[in-house]
């Protein structure tokens, strides 16, 4: 699954225009690289501070910023899943 296909299925499960869908998960992208830096750093981001981030980024509403993230988080779970099956039935036929 591409870029394109991830953001389409993100805003058909959020419910959200694909384009508001596309901006939060860029700002989700930047926001993941400033909290992984901070880590390293001993510095911790939770799960609110990483919305309200991506909010302020975007000026979309928190609320529908939660929506995306949610349904990224199925995509991307789903999508994983998918590569692991597909490498269980290939392994297992050997």
Do not use: P, W, Y
């Amino acid at each position: 699954m591409n870029k394109t296909d991830v953001i389409r299925t993100v805003s058909e499960k959020a419910g959200i225009e694909s384009n508001i869908c596309e901006k939060v998960i860029k700002a989700f992208e930047e926001q993941a690289g400033d909290a992984l830096v901070g880590t390293f750093k001993g510095t911790k981001t939770n799960h609110a501070e990483l919305l309200a981030g991506i909010s302020g980024r975007t000026g979309i509403r928190q609320e529908d910023c939660e929506k995306v993230m949610t349904a990224l988080e199925e995509v991307v779970s789903a999508g994983i899943s998918d590569k692991l099956n597909f490498f269980k039935r290939m392994f297992s036929r050997n």
